[in-house]
């Protein structure tokens, strides 16, 4: 059972930096597409950026020229580093990719961007 663990988030200023982890337990990476999603209090959870095996990426606009992802196959780890940081950023980071017909999440990580 492959599995995602996320790391890196925590309380940052604005216009602060922070990078997040998502290591998966599998060699995956060298297959499936990974991304980031995020849920802020009261709103829909949203795609965020996404890298796939082939190292195409999307940003969402509201991170695009912010946010870089990036992937490490040997260390089968993504990383999400996140720049210029904005209160609005503020939110519970999810790492994810589809798996055999389904969505593996991990269990999220805070980001918290104080003015």
């Known amino acids: 059972q492959v599995q995602l663990v996320e790391s890196g988030g925590g309380l940052v200023q604005a216009g602060g930096s922070l990078r997040l982890a998502c290591a998966a337990s599998?060699?995956?990476?060298?297959?499936?597409?990974m991304g980031w999603y995020r849920q802020a209090p009261g709103k829909e959870r949203e795609l965020v950026a996404l890298?796939?095996?082939?190292?195409?990426?999307y940003y969402t606009d509201s991170v695009k020229g912010r946010f870089t992802i990036s992937r490490d196959t040997a260390k089968n780890t993504v990383y999400l580093q996140m720049n210029s940081l904005k209160p609005e950023d503020t939110a519970v980071y999810y790492c994810?990719?589809?798996?055999?017909?389904?969505?593996?999440w991990g269990q999220g990580t805070q980001v918290t961007v104080s003015s």
């Open positions: 890298i796939s095996a082939a190292d195409y990426s």
């Open positions: 599998g060699n995956i990476l060298a297959t499936n597409t």
């Open positions: 994810y990719t589809p798996m055999k017909g389904t969505i593996l």
